[in-house]
């Protein structure tokens, strides 16, 4: 390990997805984020998530179809809300959609497989970061809903982890307050016992 990898996770935080522009990152770019995403704990080597990418007209495509099945479980959308809807997907050059894969296994509970998604992503956004790219993850209503999710290219059976917005990024990504890390840890104290407040 290196000072300069300490320092990125001490500063990193997530760029404004309206500010992510072209160019988004080249065919041998990503084929390397996506190398360092798979290189996260996976107990049993299940690999439980994989990814889509969604680029190109594909991303308008997705908004509209979102904007249907937004008006058919909440009737006529207000212009504002329809256009939020249309660009969900477009507003970032490249977005990849991190997927939670279930693979059974005796031992190795859902819980464990569903983390394991959650350092890829993580790890997704590193890389990207580190070849110069901005990046912001996030889900939405539809990802909680099936036809949401099967409009995105989920199976039936599969869920979302985030969907990572990646482009061009040349301004400062705004700061938010951060947690007291001396309240994060302590030295372990035996059983957890309830307080007495």
């Not at 998530?49 to 058919?72: C, M, N, P, Q, T």
């Not at 912001?136 to 985030?162: C, F, H, K, Q, T």
Request: zero cysteines; aromatic letters at 8%.
């Amino acid at each position: 390990m290196t000072q300069p990898i300490l320092d990125y996770l001490l500063t990193r935080n997530s760029a404004p997805i309206p500010e992510l522009k072209a160019p988004a990152p080249s065919d041998a770019e990503i084929a390397t984020i996506i190398a360092a995403a798979s290189r996260v704990p996976d107990h049993g080597k299940l690999e439980p998530w994989r990814f889509i990418l969604y680029r190109g007209e594909a991303r308008v495509e997705v908004g509209k179809k979102l904007v249907a099945l937004a008006e058919s479980r909440e009737g006529p959308l207000s212009d504002v809300r329809r256009d939020q809807e249309l660009a969900r997907f477009s507003r970032a050059p490249l977005v990849i959609g991190v997927v939670s894969v279930p693979k059974a296994h005796p031992k190795i509970p859902e819980w464990e497989k569903f983390l394991s998604g959650g350092m890829a992503a993580m790890n997704l956004m590193i890389a990207a970061n580190a070849l110069g790219y901005g990046t912001n993850m996030i889900s939405n209503w539809y990802s909680d809903v099936p036809e949401g999710r099967a409009i995105l290219g989920l199976a039936p059976d599969e869920r979302v982890i985030g969907f990572v917005h990646i482009g061009t990024f040349s301004g400062t990504a705004p700061e938010r307050p951060r947690p007291n890390i001396s309240t994060l840890y302590a030295d372990y104290a035996g059983p957890w016992k309830a307080r007495a407040d």
